[in-house]
């Protein structure tokens, strides 16, 4: 048996005690935050070794940002964790139950998914994030960060398994695999006899290798080519304030847009109000013929990649269509399902809109920027979901179950 | 582009139509009923070919039994379908929804998968009982069926897809890969620029090819290796009856048990009462040194490897367990996680039971063979999940769906 192998083992057991917690999950999340920020100081220092490996390696300043620890960040770690404590619990809802004709009671109820693996890059915050959530829903996690935070993910981890020792739950039920070889992370997709999910959380090539190789059943997260479809009938004054927040409060971000699709009768008089909001942030157009009829050559061209892309950056590329039909059918054919919207004064056209578009969020009249856990209300995200199996949009702790069936009788039996 | 990839792509465009189609959907169904009848002489004509084909290479009777369409089963086949046709529809129904603090209305809704994949082994009647119920659910579908019943999958589809023609929906939505060699379905593995889904249904074997190698997000199911637990306080008339129904009613199903494990202060009353019941019809018992004790030697000595085992025969393992707590871990290790019962008469043991043991569908007293989607009143089933991720035990048409989230505003941004 490998090291991973034992972990899922250890992990599997861990669930089976966690499944039927109840709400002592609760006091190992409280007893996680105060020993976060008693050992604060041990964690910090933990940091500035991956801090300094990770300068002289030559890390750009945002992912050495990414990458540090302050008391800060700490105390903000510890008042995530306690937040997902006073959400109420996931598991043991009823969803739904009906007597048979027969007389057997069937109810379905919430339960644990079980195991969790959760491969994940750069920001060792995840580490207490994804835990506590994990937690709370009543599965043991297998954590698998990146080698630039592995000692601050030691650290923390450590210090978590403690206070969840403490609270009288099983130690496993979080662990860390501390080989951050390739390896490491190609076995735990292999792991299909212990995990029962497995959650990427990272950049778009991370996402494509966990897809592509896991014989674990993976939920897609992350990556957004989201698009801002100006209508005719759209306020021009409206939409240049959605795009102009949709593209640059935060570019780097999965629900940030890329691309604007602009009706043909409206972009004469939109597209400059459009560019003039966007000039103030610098941000670079890529157009279509028609839009760089309309705003000049200094509009670079947008080619066919182009619209396949995802700049996370102050990058926009600009198409004018002829109709809604064609942006619906160009967000068919480029986007990746994330967060689309159409800014429309028309009852018709917002409702065409809604049904026809397939994205985890579709918006009328407002920032795709909101397509997060956090604002939906969940609490808090252990990421959001591009695929349809499972969940789909910001994941919560919801999300983070399963169910059974439970079927109540006095000796039926099938005929 | 291979001819896969260009089903695939049919597929997805069938599937914007679909999404839209709402009681479409229905009157494509219902000529659908019809079309199959009227050209009931075309569908037997071709499934003689598969039959005489079958009987050359020496398929068994039962083989051949599964393989063969009669009128009857034709006439099975139309009904099935326009019972499906009669259900609700699954697409549209609201989920949840609330106004966020900013005025925000997020609404979320059901919506389907889109594109599903189907690889099925020997019996013919499963093209139509699963292309109906993709359509219902508003997905296209692409079926990848057995080389024994190619001919008869081949004049089923034909007869579908005319019909769907007919009621003004795209042919595409419904698609049968004619190529049954292995390289037709690896393909179809590789499909995740277009399937959203795909379901494997047939043997475990099958089963597991499909999960290991699939890019494609998997729905596996079937596999049951269930158990039957005799507590210590449990009426042994009933638990005899129950252990009779559920290896007895159709050991070739997944919900027939294959292990019973009986509680050391029952075993010596209750044993040879099962025992009785079983030899009415030969079952052979495999048990424990304790059991054997207890029946005697003409009870087969059970390995290790016979509770692990899916027996489909008339063939049941036997342990006798120390506590209630025994049984919960020997299911806990050698379980599918399908279907497991206990029969007690004592509210705590049954609680227990319920709330520790993992899996789809978990029996106080009453025989596990009513894990079945017609049997829990989903209308018709399209397999039973054995996976905690999107679907847990028997699947429906809402199964087939997933959900996106509306969001509708007045111009908000996110700050």
Redesign the interface.
């Known amino acids: 048996m490998t090291v991973i192998e034992e972990m899922g083992k250890k992990a599997k057991e861990a669930a089976?005690f966690l499944?039927?917690a109840g709400s002592k999950k609760n006091s190992a999340l409280n007893l996680i935050a105060d020993a976060l920020l008693e050992n604060a100081e041990d964690i910090i220092k933990a940091n500035n070794i991956d801090i300094e490996k990770g300068k002289e390696k030559g890390l750009t300043p945002s992912l050495i940002d990414r990458l540090t620890l302050g008391m800060d960040r700490i105390k903000g770690m510890a008042d995530g964790v306690r937040k997902v404590a006073s959400l109420p619990d996931p598991v043991g809802n009823i969803i739904s139950g009906?007597t048979?004709p027969n007389g057997?009671k069937?109810t379905k109820v919430t339960?644990p998914?079980?195991v969790i693996g959760i491969i994940f890059e750069a920001r060792p915050n995840v580490t207490a994030d994804a835990a506590a959530l994990c937690l709370k829903a009543g599965n043991a996690v297998i954590l698998r960060g990146g080698k630039e935070a592995i000692n601050s993910n030691t650290a923390i981890a450590k210090v978590m398994r403690n206070a969840v020792e403490k609270s009288g739950l099983p130690k496993d039920s979080i662990q860390l695999i501390e080989d951050t070889s390739r390896a490491s992370s190609n076995q735990l997709m292999q792991l299909?006899d212990y995990l029962?999910?497995l959650i990427p959380r990272g950049g778009a090539g991370l996402i494509k290798a966990v897809?592509?190789n896991s014989?674990v059943?993976?939920?897609e997260t992350g990556v957004g080519n989201c698009h801002v479809y100006v209508d005719k009938y759209a306020?021009i004054e409206?939409a240049s304030?959605?795009i102009?927040?949709?593209k640059t409060?935060r570019p780097s971000v999965c629900n940030a847009i890329e691309t604007i699709l602009v009706h043909k009768d409206i972009a004469m008089s939109a597209l400059p109000k459009i560019k003039e909001k966007l000039d103030t942030k610098n941000v670079q157009l890529r157009g279509c013929p028609v839009t760089r009829e309309i705003l000049g050559d200094s509009v670079i061209a947008a080619e066919e990649s182009d619209y396949y892309t995802e700049f996370l950056d102050y990058i926009l590329a600009c198409k004018v269509v002829d109709s809604i039909d064609g942006a619906i059918s160009h967000i068919?054919k480029y986007s990746s399902g994330h967060s689309e919207c159409i800014v429309t004064d028309n009852y018709e056209c917002?409702n065409k809109f809604?049904?026809?578009v397939?994205?985890?969020?579709?918006?009328?009249?407002?920032?795709t920027?909101?397509?997060d856990g956090g604002?939906?209300?969940l609490g808090a995200e252990i990421g959001i979901s591009t695929?349809?199996?499972?969940a789909?949009?910001p994941m919560g702790i919801n999300q983070l179950t399963?169910?059974?069936?439970?079927?109540?009788?006095?000796?039926?039996?099938?005929?």
Not at 359 to 367: D, E, G, I, Q
Not at 387 to 390: C, N, R
């Open positions: 089976r499944s039927v009906n048979l057997l069937v339960v998914l079980g299909s029962d999910v897809v592509e014989k059943p993976v939920i306020d409206m304030e959605i102009f927040n949709a409060s068919a917002a809604k049904e026809q397939d994205a985890a969020a579709v918006y009328v009249n407002a920032s920027r909101f397509t604002e939906f209300g695929q349809k199996l499972h789909r949009g399963s169910s059974k069936f439970i079927v109540e009788g006095n000796g039926q039996i099938r005929v």
